[in-house]
Protein backbone atom coordinates (compact mmCIF):
# COMPACT_ATOMS: atom_id res chain seq x y z
CA UNK A 1 0.00 0.00 0.00
CA UNK A 2 1.58 3.52 -1.59
CA UNK A 3 2.80 5.16 2.26
CA UNK A 4 0.40 7.91 1.54
CA UNK A 5 -3.45 6.12 0.86
CA UNK A 6 -5.78 7.08 2.80
CA UNK A 7 -8.03 3.97 3.86
CA UNK A 8 -11.94 3.94 4.04
CA UNK A 9 -12.90 3.58 7.65
CA UNK A 10 -15.98 1.23 6.52
CA UNK A 11 -13.94 -1.67 4.96
CA UNK A 12 -11.75 -1.35 8.61
CA UNK A 13 -13.98 -4.39 9.72
CA UNK A 14 -11.72 -7.41 11.16
CA UNK A 15 -13.29 -11.12 11.52
CA UNK A 16 -12.07 -12.90 14.44
CA UNK A 17 -12.18 -16.72 15.08
CA UNK A 18 -10.63 -19.41 17.09
CA UNK A 19 -9.12 -23.26 16.87
CA UNK A 20 -8.64 -25.30 19.54
CA UNK A 21 -11.04 -24.57 21.73
CA UNK A 22 -11.58 -28.22 23.04
CA UNK A 23 -8.44 -30.68 22.71
CA UNK A 24 -6.59 -32.08 25.73
CA UNK A 25 -3.42 -30.01 24.34
CA UNK A 26 -1.47 -27.31 23.34
CA UNK A 27 -2.94 -23.67 22.76
CA UNK A 28 -5.81 -21.96 21.86
CA UNK A 29 -5.06 -20.22 18.74
CA UNK A 30 -6.98 -17.07 17.67
CA UNK A 31 -6.67 -15.11 14.43
CA UNK A 32 -8.22 -11.34 13.16
CA UNK A 33 -8.29 -10.46 9.44
CA UNK A 34 -9.05 -7.30 7.47
CA UNK A 35 -10.09 -8.57 4.23
CA UNK A 36 -9.66 -6.47 1.02
CA UNK A 37 -13.07 -5.81 -0.98
CA UNK A 38 -11.07 -4.90 -4.29
CA UNK A 39 -9.45 -8.16 -3.71
CA UNK A 40 -11.89 -10.94 -3.03
CA UNK A 41 -11.05 -14.63 -1.85
CA UNK A 42 -12.86 -17.13 -3.70
CA UNK A 43 -13.90 -20.61 -1.04
CA UNK A 44 -13.78 -18.77 2.25
CA UNK A 45 -15.79 -20.18 4.99
CA UNK A 46 -15.64 -22.44 8.07
CA UNK A 47 -12.01 -24.04 8.20
CA UNK A 48 -14.01 -26.85 9.87
CA UNK A 49 -16.20 -27.59 6.71
CA UNK A 50 -12.86 -27.63 4.23
CA UNK A 51 -10.51 -30.07 3.66
CA UNK A 52 -6.78 -29.79 5.23
CA UNK A 53 -5.56 -29.16 1.39
CA UNK A 54 -8.05 -26.47 0.85
CA UNK A 55 -7.09 -24.46 3.87
CA UNK A 56 -3.30 -25.15 3.15
CA UNK A 57 -4.18 -23.17 -0.29
CA UNK A 58 -6.41 -20.51 0.90
CA UNK A 59 -4.10 -19.86 3.86
CA UNK A 60 -1.20 -17.80 2.18
CA UNK A 61 -3.98 -16.42 -0.10
CA UNK A 62 -5.70 -14.58 3.15
CA UNK A 63 -2.18 -13.54 4.43
CA UNK A 64 -1.27 -12.04 0.87
CA UNK A 65 -4.35 -10.27 0.14
CA UNK A 66 -5.90 -8.96 3.03
CA UNK A 67 -5.42 -5.51 4.19
CA UNK A 68 -4.18 -6.99 7.58
CA UNK A 69 -4.14 -10.13 9.74
CA UNK A 70 -2.84 -11.34 12.79
CA UNK A 71 -2.51 -14.77 14.57
CA UNK A 72 -1.99 -15.04 18.35
CA UNK A 73 -2.28 -17.61 21.24
CA UNK A 74 -3.08 -18.47 24.86
CA UNK A 75 -1.20 -21.19 26.24
CA UNK A 76 -2.61 -23.98 28.17
CA UNK A 77 -0.75 -22.68 31.29
CA UNK A 78 -3.20 -19.76 30.46
CA UNK A 79 -6.05 -22.13 30.04
CA UNK A 80 -5.83 -24.01 33.27
CA UNK A 81 -5.45 -20.88 35.07
CA UNK A 82 -7.82 -18.57 33.61
CA UNK A 83 -10.26 -21.09 32.17
CA UNK A 84 -10.76 -21.95 28.24
CA UNK A 85 -13.56 -19.18 27.84
CA UNK A 86 -11.64 -16.40 29.27
CA UNK A 87 -8.13 -18.07 27.88
CA UNK A 88 -9.72 -18.17 24.10
CA UNK A 89 -11.00 -14.07 24.57
CA UNK A 90 -7.70 -13.28 25.72
CA UNK A 91 -5.89 -14.83 22.88
CA UNK A 92 -9.35 -13.31 20.50
CA UNK A 93 -7.72 -9.85 22.24
CA UNK A 94 -4.55 -10.37 21.34
CA UNK A 95 -5.03 -10.98 17.90
CA UNK A 96 -6.97 -8.12 17.64
CA UNK A 97 -4.45 -6.05 19.09
CA UNK A 98 -1.85 -7.22 17.07
CA UNK A 99 -3.16 -5.96 13.91
CA UNK A 100 -0.75 -3.90 11.99
CA UNK A 101 -3.92 -1.67 10.92
CA UNK A 102 -6.25 -0.39 13.19
CA UNK A 103 -10.20 -1.76 12.41
CA UNK A 104 -13.23 0.26 13.54
CA UNK A 105 -14.90 -2.70 14.36
CA UNK A 106 -13.99 -6.46 15.38
CA UNK A 107 -16.81 -9.42 14.54
CA UNK A 108 -16.15 -12.28 16.31
CA UNK A 109 -17.61 -15.78 16.43
CA UNK A 110 -20.04 -17.47 18.85
CA UNK A 111 -21.84 -15.45 21.56
CA UNK A 112 -19.09 -13.95 23.52
CA UNK A 113 -17.02 -10.64 22.79
CA UNK A 114 -13.30 -10.64 24.32
CA UNK A 115 -12.89 -6.91 26.05
CA UNK A 116 -11.35 -4.34 23.69
CA UNK A 117 -11.33 -0.64 23.01
CA UNK A 118 -13.16 -0.61 19.49
CA UNK A 119 -16.79 -1.78 19.00
CA UNK A 120 -17.52 -5.71 18.42
CA UNK A 121 -20.39 -8.10 17.75
CA UNK A 122 -20.58 -11.58 18.54
CA UNK A 123 -22.33 -13.82 15.55
CA UNK A 124 -23.04 -17.24 16.09
CA UNK A 125 -22.03 -19.24 13.74
CA UNK A 126 -19.95 -16.33 11.82
CA UNK A 127 -17.43 -18.42 10.62
CA UNK A 128 -20.02 -19.96 7.61
CA UNK A 129 -21.64 -16.44 7.13
CA UNK A 130 -18.97 -13.33 7.16
CA UNK A 131 -16.56 -13.74 4.60
CA UNK A 132 -13.61 -12.36 7.47
CA UNK A 133 -14.25 -14.16 9.77
CA UNK A 134 -14.42 -17.38 7.80
CA UNK A 135 -10.36 -16.13 6.85
CA UNK A 136 -9.55 -15.91 10.30
CA UNK A 137 -10.71 -19.45 10.96
CA UNK A 138 -8.66 -20.82 8.88
CA UNK A 139 -5.53 -18.78 9.66
CA UNK A 140 -6.36 -19.69 13.08
CA UNK A 141 -6.77 -23.45 11.81
CA UNK A 142 -4.10 -23.70 10.04
CA UNK A 143 -1.26 -22.23 12.54
CA UNK A 144 -2.78 -24.30 14.94
CA UNK A 145 -2.56 -27.62 13.49
CA UNK A 146 1.08 -26.68 12.45
CA UNK A 147 2.23 -25.88 16.30
CA UNK A 148 0.60 -29.34 16.97
CA UNK A 149 3.15 -30.84 13.85
CA UNK A 150 5.74 -29.33 15.54
CA UNK A 151 4.43 -30.88 19.06
CA UNK A 152 4.57 -34.62 17.63
CA UNK A 153 8.07 -34.16 17.15
CA UNK A 154 9.03 -32.50 20.84
CA UNK A 155 6.61 -34.74 22.35
CA UNK A 156 6.78 -38.33 20.40
CA UNK A 157 3.99 -40.89 21.61
CA UNK A 158 0.95 -39.09 22.13
CA UNK A 159 -0.04 -38.67 18.31
CA UNK A 160 -0.54 -35.18 18.21
CA UNK A 161 0.82 -34.52 14.51
CA UNK A 162 -2.85 -37.26 14.09
CA UNK A 163 -5.50 -35.82 16.39
CA UNK A 164 -4.02 -32.55 17.17
CA UNK A 165 -4.41 -32.84 21.07
CA UNK A 166 -8.56 -33.47 20.33
CA UNK A 167 -9.53 -36.45 22.91
CA UNK A 168 -9.60 -39.39 20.55
CA UNK A 169 -8.60 -42.78 21.64
CA UNK A 170 -5.55 -42.77 20.76
CA UNK A 171 -4.82 -40.05 22.44
CA UNK A 172 -6.33 -40.87 26.00
CA UNK A 173 -4.44 -44.59 25.84
CA UNK A 174 -1.11 -42.09 25.23
CA UNK A 175 -2.04 -40.21 28.38
CA UNK A 176 -2.92 -43.32 30.33
CA UNK A 177 0.36 -44.85 29.43
CA UNK A 178 3.08 -42.09 29.65
CA UNK A 179 1.58 -39.48 31.93
CA UNK A 180 0.67 -35.92 30.45
CA UNK A 181 3.12 -33.91 28.98
CA UNK A 182 3.56 -30.02 29.72
CA UNK A 183 1.50 -29.15 26.65
CA UNK A 184 -1.55 -30.93 28.58
CA UNK A 185 -4.57 -28.82 29.71
CA UNK A 186 -4.49 -30.22 33.30
CA UNK A 187 -8.27 -28.47 34.02
CA UNK A 188 -9.55 -30.65 31.44
CA UNK A 189 -10.97 -34.28 32.15
CA UNK A 190 -10.04 -36.51 32.18
CA UNK A 191 -6.57 -35.12 33.22
CA UNK A 192 -8.49 -33.20 36.04
CA UNK A 193 -9.29 -36.26 37.24
CA UNK A 194 -5.95 -38.16 38.41
CA UNK A 195 -4.90 -37.90 42.05
CA UNK A 196 -1.66 -38.55 41.76
CA UNK A 197 -0.37 -36.59 38.31
CA UNK A 198 3.10 -35.71 40.23
CA UNK A 199 4.36 -38.59 42.05
CA UNK A 200 3.15 -40.99 38.90
CA UNK A 201 4.49 -38.67 36.11
CA UNK A 202 6.76 -36.20 37.94
CA UNK A 203 3.87 -33.11 36.63
CA UNK A 204 3.00 -31.14 39.28
CA UNK A 205 -0.94 -29.44 38.62
CA UNK A 206 -1.33 -25.95 38.03
Not at 59 to 82: F, G, K, T, Y
Not at 99 to 124: F, T
Not at 144 to 156: Q, Y
Request: charged share 25%; hydrophobic share 40%; glycine share 8%.
Amino acid sequence: MPPHTTLDESILIAGVDEAGRGPLAGPVCAAAVILDPARPIAGIGDSKKLSPARRERLEPLIRDQALAWSVAWASAEEIDRLNILHATLLAMRRAVESLQIRPVKALIDGNRCPQLDIAAEAIVGGDGSVPAIGAASILAKVARDRFMLELDAECPGYGFAKHKGYPTREHLDAIERLGPCRWHRLSFAPLSQSRSLETDHGVKPR
